[in-house]
């Protein structure tokens, strides 16, 4: 069974950074992708950044490029997300959401394991 917990969330102004945690079980080899989503109030949830644990590879919406950084430590099971140059309009719920293949990592229709997310706030 896969799980994916998420931790790091919180309040900070703009400008700020954050670090978010996404711990991994259930998942074989390297054989698969980890992304990051986020809702914000009232809006769909929109794909943000992900990454192939077969070679590495990262995929960043434009809203975010510059500022946030995906990263894994395969000895941990652990993809991190850092966020900086924070704004108020990053304020959302992230999730972190997992496939079971590296196959078509940057196409975000395709994850079906979910996080319970955790709550990022940016103030002016």
């Given at each position: 069974?896969?799980q ?45 950044l ?10 960043y919406a434009?809203?975010v ?13 652990t ?16 999730y972190?959401?997992?496939?079971t293949?590296?196959y ?5 229709r ?13 103030s002016s």
């Open positions: 069974e896969v994916l917990v998420e931790s790091g969330g919180g309040s900070v102004q703009a400008g700020g950074s954050l670090r978010l945690s996404c711990a991994a079980s259930g998942l074989n080899g390297d054989d698969y992708a980890i992304g990051w989503f986020r809702q914000a109030p009232g809006k769909e949830r929109e794909g943000v992900c990454i192939s644990s077969s070679d590495g590879s990262t995929n434009d809203s490029k510059g500022r946030f950084t995906i990263s894994s430590d395969n000895a941990k099971n993809v991190y997300l850092q966020m900086t140059g924070l704004k108020p309009e990053d304020t959302a719920i992230y972190c959401a997992a496939k293949s590296a078509y990592y940057s196409d975000y395709r994850y079906n394991y979910w996080g319970q997310g955790t709550q990022v706030t940016v």
